[in-house]
């Protein structure tokens, strides 16, 4: 399977616990998306990279969550000392540098307890 | 602030009749229009977009700028139509790709 993959598909957590998800996107798209998406509503932007910098982050991005893409390949996020607030499908994205086509990833299921 | 409105949550239309799942949008740019679709166990998909003008799989959305409206339309329904959609809007100048969704209509084709 050549798509983007996420892992793992789900994640059971207490509060308080640390968690972290990989994406890995499709091999030569440049650009990386992290999206959440919560029960009912649409996927909402939360931050994205080109290559390893990140250009953009979400309001949604609290200093609870941190996202990297060390060699501008796979990418990971990061959320400490989770809340049941953060329960939610975290969904990872990638495209080609000057193409608006988003490819998505399975999404990582988080539930927070 | 840019903001996509979808009004339906739920949409049930019988086979072989028309479908239309209504999308309105607010940006202050450029906007690029975009259908994604998520079918059953599976992930989300683009189904088109508003350059391209193309008909994909029967569906077809015209931009309109003067109503701000990118409406998904169908002739005939079929049952594997049955999804759900978002419309969703990105910016079309560099660095401003990223994509704001709709909340979605689940549309439900009746045999």
């Known amino acids: 399977d050549t798509g983007v993959s996420q892992d793992p598909r789900h994640k059971i957590t207490k509060r308080g616990q640390n968690v972290t998800f990989r994406c890995d996107p499709i091999?030569?798209?440049?650009?990386l998306y992290w999206y959440r998406q919560t029960l009912g509503q649409g996927p909402e932007f939360l931050t994205y990279?080109?290559?390893?910098?990140?250009?953009?982050k979400s309001r949604l991005l609290s200093d609870r969550f941190s996202a990297e893409r060390p060699k501008g390949s796979f990418s990971t996020l990061e959320i400490q000392r989770t809340e049941q607030g953060d329960s939610a499908m975290y969904l990872c994205?990638?495209?080609?540098?000057?193409?608006?086509?988003?490819?998505f990833g399975p999404g990582t299921r988080l539930t927070v307890l | 602030a840019q903001r996509v409105t979808q009004p339906e949550k739920l949409l049930s239309v019988f086979k072989g009749a028309p479908v239309e799942l209504k999308c309105n949008y607010s940006?202050?740019?450029?906007?690029?229009l975009f259908w994604y679709v998520q079918y059953s166990r599976q992930r989300l998909q683009l189904l088109l977009r508003?350059?391209s003008r193309e008909s994909i799989k029967g569906f077809t959305a015209d931009l309109n700028k003067g109503e701000t409206s990118f409406h998904l339309k169908k002739p005939f329904a079929q049952e594997e139509d049955s999804a759900m959609y978002y419309c969703?809007?990105?910016?079309?100048?560099?660095?401003?790709?990223?994509?704001?969704f709709g909340t979605g209509t689940r549309l439900t084709i009746i045999p």
């Open positions: 990279f080109q290559n390893e910098a990140q250009l953009e």
């Open positions: 969703a809007l990105s910016g079309a100048n560099f660095g401003n790709e990223k994509l704001t």
């Open positions: 508003h350059i």
């Open positions: 994205a990638s495209s080609l540098r000057g193409s608006n086509e988003q490819f």
């Open positions: 091999s030569e798209h440049n650009r």
């Open positions: 940006y202050s740019g450029s906007p690029e």
